[in-house]
C-alpha cells in the first residue's frame, strides 16, 4: 500500500512566479472567482492558497489571458 503526499498549498507569489503576474493580480482573479483558489480569513487579515495543478488546468482551459482581451484591459 502507498501513501501518497497531498499537494501542498501555495501562496499567490509562487502562483504569479509561476504564470509570469504580479501577485496582486493573482489574487484579484481568485476573488474574482478567474482562478480556483481557498481564502482563510485571520480576524481581519485574509490569506489565499492555491493549488499549482488546479490552476495549469484553468490556464488550460480558459487563458485568463485573453479575458482581459475581450474585456480591453
Known sequence: MSVTTPEPWVDAGTVAAHLGFKADY?????????????????GARSYWRFRLSEIDAIMEHDDIRSEERRVGK
Open 26 to 42: 493573482i489574487r484579484k482573479q481568485a476573488v474574482a472567482g478567474r482562478l480556483p483558489g481557498k481564502q482563510f480569513k485571520n
